[in-house]
């Protein structure tokens, strides 16, 4: 992904019986992310229980993301039709490997 730290941001999520439109938002999330500056990759996983992995260069990146207007729309769609209850944590990442 890259060297040295970086940030991870992990929203986990219980989402509500009813989610019509939520797939397509999720998408549009996701490929507006990608357009902002600071943003590394992203990895998701859903079942009952969801996973999403934002991953960015710094805490400047992370903040702006938050406060990005379509994304704070999404957000209060999301507390308001989607989710039961959501959690997001902030971590630092000092290094990674894989096989």
């Known amino acids: 992904m890259k060297e040295g730290t970086y940030y991870a941001v ?3 999520s219980l989402k ?3 989610d019509e439109g939520y797939a397509e938002m999720a998408q549009k999330m996701v490929d507006l992310a990608r357009e902002q500056p600071g943003f590394l ?7 009952e229980i969801g996973i999403t992995v934002s991953y960015w260069k710094d805490l400047e990146s992370i903040a702006a993301w938050k406060v ?6 999404a957000q209060a769609r999301g507390i308001k039709d989607w989710y039961q209850w959501y959690r997001v944590r902030i971590c630092r990442v000092e290094r990674e ?3």
């Open 16 to 18: 509500k019986p009813d």
């Open 10 to 12: 992990i929203f986990t």
């Open 41 to 47: 990759d992203v990895e998701s996983a859903r079942d």
């Open 68 to 73: 990005n207007l379509d994304h704070q729309k």
């Open 97 to 99: 490997y894989s096989r």
